[in-house]
């Protein structure tokens, strides 16, 4: 799409349709906003989504407001993907076949409280998108660890003497394990990635699941400014990689060729403040090993297909 | 048409000729056979429906939730540790203003393990605004199912329905069950067509952030809804009775126009106490019953109107509210305030202990030749 300003044509990377109105509840320089926007210029108003407890139960503003634009059914919260199952199943039958079921849900209503209801929607192939905005921790309810906390991270249930260890649950493996035709990582950072993996998304029949990473300054404690550059840095450092997993195969989809150091990402979020240089090494040397088992899972994958 | 049917066969019927479009239900006894026999409708193409075999009683509910919301007629159907498993999204579908039907087969809550008939765990769900209904006979069962939309749909009071049978006594029972003609049935109850619903051309959100500025008054709503709903129940009733000759209303006398004794009490024990009253009426004792189809909305008007001019009232609750008394027992003494007929609170039959003529002629012994007591409990063993 192009768009002319002064004369000049200005090639524009993304969708230039908001959906999503700038009326919303958020903090300021909140991911998970730009995420549902993002989300929403490449699926358009013909979505209904569920939504449950978490950020964007508020972020949407106050009854009778609502900034999305599309029809929201504000659901329990372990039931993101039985609510969408029941709405997709709905529309089949009612015959609005054109209409995307997409279930929008925190990383606690997904890796953790709603994890039962995704594995049987995914088992089912039910008709829906999945999207978990991740942002590694209860952060509507004020910051408490959930299970995709990352090893180190300072939240308000693990206090800094307490900080959590152990390693943050790997959601792309266990929806790997169900086989759903198409599982993707997208981080908000990586707008255009991310927008061509939600697309994609829609033309696939079944249970699609994306694992959305979007920085939130409030509980990672670093400024509103620096959101995309955390992001960035995030995948950038291989602490995120981008990859997608289509029919089992996986494919990386940004390899970076000199990974920077994680404690590049590290030190701008107050949330990892109190670490030790030893603990930065042993994050480090998690990085590294998870990255090279996920190439080895590309390698492995194709030549299995092939 | 006359068929031989359970009453899990009259719930899944029921459901069928409802021509629900979403069904989604989670296995558990004894409710298992209505899952199944709505598996094989929808397999064979006799229901055009989608069927979502979900991985939990909790997700059932949540999916019709859902499904409901998008404009479709659903049915779930549960018992016991389900329905419990099920009770924060009752509420949601209340507070939602969405008329699912949901059957669920009376059966008692673990531990020890128990698929035998008992009230406590639909009696638990008593404050979730669902409207609730508890059957007498297997023919009750289909025309519950089918009414129960019609009544839940009305606009004015959109209100979920839990249809409730109990455990093998009618879950596993075989009964004569009237099921009509098709093309009656859909004059009876039309197609859903909801005026809100979840719609890309007029995107809403629904159940969002609501301030102390909204929400009491979106409470007041639904009891209104209720309120409303005991003059739509019996509006209904008499609309049945003049598509299908028979006849519903909130509550059932029996008998009761010259009773001296009137025994009040819900379920199947309802057709026992009947042939009990029948007994000791040959016999010359002046009793009656008193059969309370709902619990939600409570018949608090028809049950004073019956029992005001009883010299004794005894209440049968096969459902315990521990640390009080019969749940049953607490709504019609509260109905019965500043009216001074004695009142007896009977526990019966919990866990499945069969309630039999002789139980129930014991209540009257009881009445007879003692003062009231809150929980009286038959058949305890010593």
Redesign the interface.
């Given at each position: 799409m192009s768009n002319k300003t002064k004369g000049q044509k200005i090639k524009l990377t993304l969708p230039i349709e908001e959906v999503m109105s700038p009326g919303h509840l958020a903090c300021q320089g909140c991911g998970a906003t730009l995420a549902l926007r993002y989300t929403l210029k490449a699926l358009g108003?013909?979505?209904?989504m569920?939504i449950p407890a978490c950020c964007w139960?508020?972020i949407?503003?106050?009854?009778?407001?609502?900034a999305?634009?599309?029809?929201?059914?504000?659901?329990?919260f372990?039931?993101a993907?039985?609510?969408?199952?029941?709405?997709?199943?709905?529309?089949?039958?009612?015959g609005q076949d054109n209409?995307t079921a997409l279930a929008w849900a925190g990383d606690g209503g997904t890796f953790d409280i709603g994890l039962?209801?995704l594995?049987?929607a995914a088992?089912?192939g039910?008709n829906v998108i999945y999207i978990v905005y991740d942002n590694e921790a209860y952060m509507n309810t004020g910051i408490q660890r959930s299970s995709a906390t990352p090893h180190g991270a300072w939240t308000t249930t693990t206090p800094v003497k307490h900080y959590k260890r152990g390693p943050k649950k790997n959601i792309m493996a266990i929806m790997a394990a169900h086989h759903v035709p198409y599982c993707a990582t997208a981080n908000i950072a990586y707008p255009e990635d991310f927008i061509r993996k939600v697309k994609k998304a829609k033309n696939i029949m079944g249970t699609k699941f994306i694992h959305l990473y979007a920085p939130c300054p409030t509980g990672w404690k670093h400024p509103p400014d620096i959101t995309i550059q955390v992001a960035r840095l995030a995948t950038l450092t291989n602490v995120f990689p981008l990859y997608e997993i289509d029919n089992d195969v996986y494919t990386i989809n940004k390899k970076i060729q000199k990974a920077k150091p994680v404690s590049e990402y590290l030190k701008l979020q107050g949330r990892f403040r109190h670490l030790s240089e030893k603990e930065v090494q042993f994050i480090q040397r998690t990085v590294d090993q998870n990255w090279k088992r996920l190439l080895k899972l590309e390698e492995a994958f194709r030549n299995e297909k092939n | 048409m006359k068929k031989v049917l359970t009453g899990n066969f009259a719930a899944a019927y029921g459901a069928t000729a409802a021509k629900v479009n979403v069904i989604s239900a989670y296995p558990i006894t004894p409710q298992t056979t209505i899952v199944e026999i709505l598996s094989e409708i929808v397999a064979d193409g006799l229901l055009n429906a989608d069927f979502i075999k979900v991985e939990s009683e909790h997700s059932a509910l949540a999916a019709c939730i859902g499904a409901q919301a998008a404009g479709a007629r659903t049915f779930t159907a549960t018992s016991a540790q389900g329905l419990a498993l099920m009770h924060e999204l009752l509420h949601w579908a209340t507070r939602g203003r969405l008329p699912i039907v949901l059957a669920n087969v009376n059966r008692a809550m673990a531990p020890g393990w128990s698929i035998w008939a008992d009230a406590t765990d639909s009696v638990a769900q008593r404050d979730t605004g669902c409207m609730q209904i508890y059957c007498e006979n297997n023919q009750e069962v289909f025309d519950s199912i089918l009414m129960s939309y019609k009544i839940g749909e009305h606009t004015e009071l959109l209100l979920p329905t839990i249809v409730n049978l109990d455990a093998f006594f009618l879950s596993h029972t075989s009964q004569i069950v009237d099921l009509y003609d098709q093309e009656t049935i859909d004059r009876f109850l039309p197609s859903y067509n909801p005026e809100i619903k979840l719609d890309i051309e007029n995107p809403r959100a629904f159940g969002g952030l609501t301030s102390p500025d909204y929400y009491y008054e979106f409470s007041y709503k639904i009891q209104l809804a209720h309120e409303k709903a005991k003059e739509i129940i019996e509006e209904v009733g008499k609309e049945f009775y003049r598509f299908f000759n028979r006849e519903y209303h909130l509550s059932e006398p029996y008998r009761c126009d010259d009773a001296d004794m009137i025994l009040v009490d819900y379920g199947t024990i309802a057709g026992t106490a009947k042939d009990a009253v029948d007994r000791m009426r040959d016999k010359g004792i002046h009793v009656g019953v008193l059969k309370i189809r709902y619990l939600r909305p409570f018949p608090e008007e028809q049950v004073i109107d019956i029992l005001k001019n009883a010299k004794k009232v005894g209440v049968i609750d096969r459902a315990i509210s521990y640390g009080h008394e019969g749940p049953f027992f607490t709504e019609v003494k509260a109905s019965l305030y500043g009216y001074r007929i004695p009142i007896y609170g009977f526990i019966a039959g919990l866990g499945g202990r069969d309630v039999s003529i002789v139980d129930i002629e014991s209540m009257v012994d009881y009445m007879q030749g003692n003062k009231p007591a809150n929980h009286i409990w038959i058949g305890l063993k010593k």
């Open positions: 108003r013909k979505t209904i569920s139960s508020v949407d503003g106050p009854f009778p407001y609502s999305a634009g599309v029809p929201i059914y504000h659901c329990a372990e039931t993907a039985s609510t969408a199952s029941g709405i997709s199943h709905a529309l089949a039958q009612l209409v039962q209801a594995s049987g088992e089912r039910d | -």
